[in-house]
């Protein structure tokens, strides 16, 4: 039996250097992009004060008091008021194929549907098909283009999900 204790939150100053950390890490591991994606965003490494406002969320999945992950969603810029992106949804791969990533992404669909949103758009790199299953399996559609000014040119898939 595990004394393992994982918890799923919302960020806190403190966890900027481990979720910033995090984020690098997966990008380095897959050979990611360091352009034109998170990787590069001014926001990465002060990731709880990027997401302060009423309409945004930023969640970090804790494993014995260490970040090992995390996901968030904001209203997606050039469409507010209807459609929120999820955002930033990296794990560790200490942390992967453990359900956590599944749980975190439903989490974010619940609190953007609570907060008056009626779509939700993402996007993502096509080597993470881990993460696309994901997608795929909580009913995203696959878009021919971007919505919205993300200004991540370098990602190439792009959903969205009615809810």
């Known amino acids: 039996m595990s004394n393992t204790i994982i918890e799923i939150r919302e960020i806190q100053p403190q966890d900027n250097p481990q979720i910033e950390a995090v984020i690098r890490e997966v990008f380095i591991e897959y050979n990611l992009p360091l352009v034109g994606t998170a990787y590069a965003d001014p926001e990465t490494p002060k990731m709880f004060e990027s997401y302060a406002k009423d309409n945004e969320?930023?969640?970090?999945?804790?494993?014995?008091?260490?970040?090992?992950?995390?996901?968030?969603?904001?209203?997606?810029?050039?469409?507010?008021?209807?459609?929120?992106?999820?955002?930033?949804?990296?794990?560790?791969?200490?942390?992967?194929?453990?359900?956590?990533?599944?749980?975190?992404?439903?989490?974010?669909?619940?609190?953007?549907?609570?907060?008056?949103?009626?779509?939700?758009?993402?996007?993502?790199?096509?080597?993470?098909?881990?993460?696309?299953?994901?997608?795929?399996?909580?009913?995203?559609?696959?878009?021919?283009?971007?919505?919205?000014?993300?200004?991540?040119f370098n990602c190439g898939i792009w959903m969205e999900k009615h809810l």
């Open 57 to 152: 969320v930023y969640y970090v999945v804790v494993v014995n008091g260490v970040v090992e992950g995390g996901g968030g969603l904001k209203p997606l810029n050039g469409m507010e008021s209807e459609v929120f992106e999820i955002q930033k949804m990296y794990f560790s791969n200490r942390l992967r194929g453990k359900g956590y990533g599944k749980k975190l992404f439903e989490k974010c669909l619940e609190k953007g549907k609570s907060l008056g949103f009626n779509r939700a758009y993402l996007e993502t790199i096509p080597i993470l098909k881990e993460a696309i299953h994901i997608y795929e399996t909580n009913g995203f559609k696959h878009l021919n283009g971007p919505l919205g000014s993300t200004g991540h």
